[in-house]
């Protein structure tokens, strides 16, 4: 017969054991929890010191070299002046250049949206031949940007493939002049934007459900009512993530006015290449590089704001 | 003896469990970091010993004659190899030479005098010895004196070659008579508006301009009358061109009939059968080019390069593949049968015929001319 000793011992054996498992249960729990917590950042820590030893830090040394000063033989004066930005900030020639960028990203932005939707629009409706129209939508990407751009030049120059036609055709006397003006750019830049409207209109309207259609059809809606209706509000984030996209490519870009434009045509980035390649202006280039990249920033802002980052990864991926 | 890596060992001490994962990666650590430190150091190291010399130029004809003539003599005489690298453009590169560490860059072949001139107020000059390159005794003293006024006292280049930048016109369009009669204000001729184009570089711009204003390019009285003929000239250029394949392509696809261009490339568009004309106007703007040793090279094995450089074997087919004539003094070296009949040929050897821009002067109005041009350029 047990005493009450034992009893007592045995339950106290028992209660020490819960205890005892229960806290390293929990030491293991916590542990677990703890290896679960640290799993994404080290998972991420290759990633995250790439972008800051590449993206911040020379982003930082732009930021610094924002404030210096260009001396008259060339070489920088270190200090912190702030003559730079109120030049870029108040000077009409560069808000003027910057509108200028604005206004040819807008409409480049445009002409995308009204091409791409359709293009995106067939290939998402398409039966089987979809990886074909893709991997075509694709292949330019295999070619240099420089390249694509310049190929135009052979079909819209003077003796190019157009001109050459025409005046063949007996339809023209003399090659018009389609080269070297603002429509040209803007003509190089959809060139070069177009693929990523395409994708992201597309990516988003292969995640629509065609039942929707049907039931807005069924339901007495004509094929466009259903489209205008049903389609074209449920794919409007990918037709703006694709539209941000082309808006800050576009913006950003200087190889296309350099090869396309006239001696009158230049983006914002074309000053800044300038302000530190040619006049060796490291300071002023990099406070207008800054300001470009604060007034496109604003624009991803305030699209994050209001549509989030999502439908751009999708678009993306 | 024992041929196993401290890594091995340590690897399998901690596969058997003597060393725990923390101690191994520890050590493993303190190995990578140790090496990483110990590399900028050992490349000073190296240096002491050149194994290698970095030369960056134009590219195309010019690097392939380089290769040939001089680079692969050099390294079966010397044993060092010379890695050649190409540039668009004088101001990009002077931009990634800043940019770079010391003796990363060791000779380019810079244009122009106030290119040197740059380099120098850049700090970026060494001293070369002439004793040891002999064929500077070959080269005309006339290009030589134009650097011994930046640097009096020694010199960080070799002069290579030169050439103008003057007029050229498809003779189909625009005859000789109305070039010679017409000269630099041909380019700001409202007959030609949409066939006209221009180098966009500032310094050519402003060159041209004092010559449509019958000023003197290296002493402008009337600067604000250059700018009006810059926006003249832009209002009736189809094309701002900014490379010699661009220029080329626009003459010989008719885009435009009259355009300034470099010397070597009207007589390559020559060459290849194009009518296109040359014509250097009174005061055209004359150029040399030299090789440009950069501070902190190996200075003893880049004299002996640039000696095999200035070879007149070398000198001669690099003339003939870019149609540039050399610095070798035609009263000096036979330089045969191709470069007396290139565009800008000096038989002299004394360079009276050309003028070429004072880099005191020009220097001295970069940083306001560079910019002003920039918005011209624009509209403004």
Request: charge should be negative.
């Amino acid at each position: 017969m047990q005493s009450i000793f034992d009893i007592l011992g045995i339950y106290w054996i028992n209660a020490y054991h819960s205890v005892n498992l229960y806290l390293i249960n929990g030491a293991t729990r916590m542990s677990i929890e703890r290896r679960e917590a640290r799993q994404p950042w080290i998972l991420l820590s290759p990633a995250l010191a790439a972008v800051a030893l590449l993206l911040f830090v020379p982003l930082m040394f732009i930021v610094v070299y924002s404030f210096w000063l260009r001396s008259a033989v060339g070489a920088d004066t270190a200090g912190f002046h702030l003559d730079n930005w109120q030049k870029a900030l108040s000077d009409p020639f560069y808000r003027y250049i910057l509108l200028n960028t604005l206004k040819i990203a807008a409409i480049t932005t445009v002409l995308c949206a009204a091409l791409g939707y359709p293009a995106a629009y067939f290939i998402a409706r398409s039966r089987g031949n979809k990886m074909i129209l893709l991997l075509l939508l694709m292949l330019p990407f295999w070619i240099s940007y420089i390249i694509r751009t310049m190929s135009w030049i052979n079909i819209l120059g003077a003796s190019g493939a157009v001109n050459t036609a025409l005046m063949s055709l007996g339809i023209i006397a003399s090659p018009i002049q389609m080269l070297y003006n603002e429509a040209a750019v803007i003509l190089g830049l959809v060139h070069f934007l177009l693929p990523f409207m395409v994708l992201n209109v597309y990516v988003s309207l292969e995640g629509i459900d065609t039942n929707l259609e049907d039931a807005a059809t069924s339901l007495g809606a004509t094929r466009w009512q259903s489209f205008l209706q049903v389609t074209l509000p449920l794919s409007l984030p990918g037709l703006a993530a694709g539209g941000l996209l082309c808006f800050v490519l576009g913006a950003g870009t200087y190889i296309t006015p350099l090869v396309l434009g006239g001696p009158r045509d230049a983006m914002f980035a074309n000053l800044v290449f300038e302000a530190i390649i040619t006049q060796l202006n490291w300071p002023l280039g990099s406070a207008l590089s800054l300001l470009l990249l604060m007034v496109l920033g604003v624009l991803v802002a305030i699209y994050n704001r209001y549509l989030g980052m999502s439908q751009l990864a999708k678009g993306l991926g | 003896m024992d041929n196993t890596k401290r890594y091995d060992r340590l690897l399998e001490r901690y596969r058997n469990g003597d060393l725990n994962r923390r101690s191994f990666l520890g050590l493993i650590g303190a190995a990578g970091a140790a090496y990483g430190l110990q590399t900028p150091f050992a490349g000073y190291a190296n240096a002491q010993s050149v194994s290698q010399v970095r030369f960056d130029g134009w590219g195309g004809v010019v690097s392939e004659a380089f290769r040939k003539h001089a680079f692969d003599p050099y390294t079966a005489a010397t044993g060092i190899d010379v890695v050649d690298g190409t540039f668009s453009g004088g101001d990009e590169y002077l931009a990634q030479v800043r940019s770079s560490q010391e003796g990363e860059y060791n000779i380019a072949h810079l244009s122009g005098v106030f290119d040197y001139a740059r380099y120098v107020n850049f700090g970026l000059t060494v001293e070369l010895n002439t004793a040891n390159i002999p064929n500077m005794e070959l080269v005309m003293d006339a290009l030589t004196d134009a650097y011994r006024r930046v640097t009096p006292d020694y010199l960080s280049a070799v002069p290579y070659n030169y050439g103008t930048t003057g007029l050229a016109y498809n003779r189909k369009f625009i005859s000789d008579e109305e070039m010679k009669e017409k000269g630099a204000s041909i380019l700001i001729d409202e007959g030609y508006k949409g066939k006209i184009g221009g180098w966009s570089d500032w310094r050519t711009r402003i060159w041209y301009g004092a010559l449509q204003t019958d000023q003197d390019p290296n002493n402008i009285t009337d600067m604000e009358a250059v700018w009006d003929a810059i926006r003249s000239h832009r209002d009736l250029a189809l094309k701002y061109w900014g490379s010699g394949a661009e220029l080329m392509s626009l003459l010989a696809e008719e885009e435009i009939y009259v355009t300034e261009g470099w010397s070597g490339r009207i007589a390559a568009l020559q060459e290849q059968g194009h009518d296109i004309g040359y014509y250097d106007p009174p005061n055209g703007f004359g150029w040399q080019e030299c090789l440009f040793v950069i501070k902190g090279s190996p200075v003893e094995a880049c004299e002996e390069l640039l000696n095999f450089m200035l070879a007149p074997e070398t000198s001669i087919a690099v003339a003939e593949g870019q149609n540039y004539p050399p610095a070798l003094d035609g009263t000096k070296v036979d330089l045969g049968s191709k470069i007396p009949t290139l565009p800008a040929y000096d038989p002299t050897g004394t360079l009276d015929a050309l003028t070429f821009a004072d880099p005191g002067y020009w220097n001295g109005n970069e940083a306001e001319w560079s910019e002003t041009f920039s918005r011209v350029q624009r509209g403004f």
